[in-house]
């Protein structure tokens, strides 16, 4: 049974950098084939896929936001990871991690505010 | 690749066939799947490369389509179906479409 959940820190203030893990079970991210992708959603709006990262160490991100994204992943501990630099308002959103297309996680809301 | 979504809201009543678009702004090439989400819950797959149902999913769902012009089909409207729609692409890059709120009329 695959299953996902997020965490993070919930609450930051612009300018800081916003890191969150994904922590998962029910599959290996050293497995052939396995991606951990890392998508947003603010609140009553559409979904923005960010990054993925695959079994091999493969890395994409999204164009618009490569700069500020950094995407990785502990295979012994089940685990990815997102760091987001210089986060502002408009970062605040709830975020999923998915493997493949499939299987999502709950998702964890994060709120920039000053 | 952009993709858009249309109609962005659309009402019908149960037992309806109801058609939801999503166009891409370059060939997919039958890479794309289809999410529904509920208030307050995660995105559910329902169909990937385009045609394909998840495992679960009841088969009044059905996807089809090539190039860039695909179509999410439903073939007898339940309550349960409200939600809202996203298209999704993963052929190049990977992008969401904007999302059809689908309502009971």
């Known amino acids: 049974q695959v299953t996902l959940k997020e965490s993070g820190p919930g609450i930051l203030q612009p300018s800081q950098t916003l890191s969150l893990t994904c922590s998962f079970s029910?599959?290996?991210?050293?497995?052939?084939?396995?991606?951990v992708s890392w998508i947003r959603q603010p609140s009553g709006k559409g979904l923005e896929w960010l990054a993925t990262i695959c079994w091999e160490d493969s890395k994409g991100y999204n164009p618009s936001l490569k700069n500020r994204l950094t995407i990785s992943k502990d295979t012994s501990n089940n685990q990815a990871f997102l760091k987001i630099t210089s986060v502002d308002t408009v970062d605040t959103a709830i975020y999923y991690c998915?493997?493949?297309?499939?299987?999502w996680g709950q998702g964890v809301m994060v709120t920039v505010s000053s | 690749i952009q993709l858009t979504q249309s109609p962005s809201l659309l009402s019908a009543s149960v037992g309806d066939r109801v058609t939801l678009s999503c166009k891409g702004s370059q060939n997919i090439n039958n890479y794309l799947a289809w999410y529904q989400q509920k208030l307050g819950e995660a995105p559910k797959l329902l169909i990937y490369?385009?045609?394909s149902l998840q495992t679960g999913i009841p088969s009044r769902f059905s996807g089809s389509g090539s190039g860039t012009d695909y179509t999410l089909t439903i073939s007898s409207l339940q309550p349960e179906d409200v939600a809202t729609y996203f298209c999704y692409q993963y052929n190049n890059g990977n992008t969401f479409g904007a999302g059809t709120k689908l309502e009971l009329k």
């Open positions: 998915a493997q493949g297309i499939g299987y």
């Open positions: 029910g599959f290996s991210l050293s497995t052939s084939g396995i991606c």
């Open positions: 490369n385009t045609n």
